[in-house]
């Protein structure tokens, strides 16, 4: 009866500290956006944006033809607006920035395949380091949305 009791009581603690623990892990969100389609890129805004507003540190990585919403000279793909709001997913993601602190960056190969320099990006945005995003995405707590 006694061994019952200290298993019983081992458990009860360990869920405690689980619990605790959990309790401690931020909610972390990374969005990865690679689809050329501006609907979807708006609609990865929008989700972004939703957590950040539900209390979530959010982060987001833009890779092939999404890189270039993080482009000074964007396509029009980036800058329209789209229904319902004709919100764009260029503007949606610089609000999200100087609003929410949110970070951006580009994948790692996105700038020498366009054969450019960090110059070409908008202020604020830089290119993400593979070691350092491959830890953001296994963090404990971490979401990623990938569109």
Same mark, same amino acid.
């Given at each position: +009866?006694?061994?019952?009791?200290?298993?019983?009581?081992?458990? /009860?603690?360990?869920?405690?500290?689980?619990?605790?623990?959990?309790?401690?892990?931020?909610?972390?969100?990374?969005? /990865?956006?690679?689809?050329?389609?501006?609907?979807?890129? %708006?609609?990865?805004?929008?989700?972004?944006?939703?957590?950040?507003?539900?209390?979530?540190?959010?982060?987001?990585?833009?890779?092939?033809?999404?890189?270039? /919403?993080?482009?000074?000279?964007?396509?029009?793909? =980036?800058?329209?607006?789209?229904?319902?709001?004709?919100?764009?997913?260029?503007?949606?993601?610089?609000?999200? +920035?100087?609003?929410?602190? %949110?970070?951006?960056?580009?994948?790692?190969?996105?700038?020498?395949?366009?054969? *450019?320099? =960090?110059? /070409?990006?908008?202020?604020?945005?830089?290119?993400?380091?593979?070691? =350092?995003?491959? *830890?953001?995405?296994? *963090?404990?707590?971490?979401?990623?949305?990938?569109?």
């Amino acid at each position: +009866m006694r061994k019952l009791a200290t298993a019983a009581a081992a458990a /009860i603690a360990g869920l405690a500290l689980t619990g605790a623990a959990q309790a401690e892990t931020p909610n972390r969100l990374l969005t /990865i956006l690679t689809t050329p389609e501006p609907q979807t890129q %708006l609609m990865a805004m929008v989700l972004t944006m939703n957590a950040i507003a539900a209390g979530a540190e959010a982060q987001m990585m833009l890779c092939g033809p999404a890189g270039d /919403i993080a482009l000074k000279d964007a396509p029009d793909t =980036a800058t329209s607006g789209q229904p319902p709001r004709d919100a764009s997913p260029q503007g949606m993601m610089i609000s999200m +920035m100087e609003t929410n602190g %949110l970070k951006v960056q580009v994948c790692a190969i996105y700038l020498p395949g366009k054969g *450019a320099d =960090a110059g /070409i990006l908008l202020d604020g945005v830089s290119a993400a380091a593979p070691d =350092a995003m491959g *830890a953001d995405i296994v *963090a404990p707590g971490t979401t990623v949305l990938s569109f």
